[in-house]
C-alpha cells in the first residue's frame, strides 16, 4: 500500500526493492529491517516537498547514516547515550526515527540534543510509511501556505492531518501523541 503511494503521490521519489547484501552494517540487518528495504525499499526519500522533509535512505546508506547518531564517524566510537538496540531509520529534518532491532517499533525524541531519551512513536515500519506519506503529502500540497506568519501551522492544515492520522491509527489519543512529537501541536 505505501509504496503503490508513494509511486502515485511522489513520482520524483523512488521505493524500489532492495536485498539485505546491500547492507554495510558490521552486524547481519535484522529481520524487519530487512522485509521493510525488500517490500517497501525507500531510496533516499523525501517526503513533504521543500519544507523540511521526512527522510528515509537506501539500504546501501544506512551504516554510513548511522555516523553522528550511533557512532563518531571519525573513530567509529559508539556514542554515548546512544542504545545497540538503536538504528536510525530517518529524519525528520534533524531528529532522526529510530528503529529498535528489540521491538520493532520506530522511536523518536523530539528534542534530539544528545541526550537521547527517544519515545514510541509508531508501532510499527509500516505505520511509518502510511503517517509519514500522509503528514508529508499535506506538507507538500500546502507548500508555502502551511504555517501562518508566526510559522505556526496553520488550524486547517492541522485539523486535515489529524483527522487523517486518527483513520489510520483509529486512536484520537494516538493521533495527538503522533503529531504532538512530530510538532504539529
Known amino acids: 500500500m505505501a509504496k503503490d503511494y508513494i509511486n502515485s503521490q511522489y513520482p520524483d521519489e523512488e521505493a524500489r526493492s532492495q ?88 522511536l523518536f525524541d523530539p528534542y534530539s540534543d544528545g541526550m537521547w531519551e527517544p519515545t514510541v512513536l509508531f508501532s510499527s515500519l509500516e505505520e511509518m510509511i502510511q503517517i509519514l506519506c500522509v503528514v508529508g ?5 500546502a507548500d508555502n501556505d502551511l504555517r501562518d506568519h508566526s510559522l505556526v501551522i496553520k488550524r486547517k492544515y492541522k485539523e486535515d492531518a489529524f483527522l487523517r492520522v486518527v483513520e489510520m491509527t483509529r486512536s484520537l489519543e494516538k493521533a495527538e501523541t503522533i503529531l504532538t512529537l512530530l510538532s504539529w501541536y
Open 137 to 141: 503529502s499535506i506538507i507538500a500540497s
Open 19 to 106: 536485498s539485505a547484501s546491500s547492507w554495510q552494517g558490521p552486524f547481519i540487518l535484522p529481520n524487519k529491517l530487512s522485509d521493510y528495504y525488500q517490500h517497501f525499499g525507500p531510496v533516499d526519500l523525501r517526503l513533504g516537498g521543500s519544507y523540511s522533509p521526512f527522510y528515509l535512505p537506501c539500504l546501501d546508506e544506512l551504516w554510513q547514516y548511522q555516523a553522528g547518531y550511533g557512532y563518531d564517524p571519525g573513530s567509529g566510537i559508539l556514542l554515548e547515550g546512544w542504545s545497540h538496540d538503536w538504528l536510525a531509520i530517518g529524519d525528520d529534518g534533524y531528529r532522526p526515527f529510530i528503529f529498535s532491532i528489540s521491538s520493532g517499533k520506530i
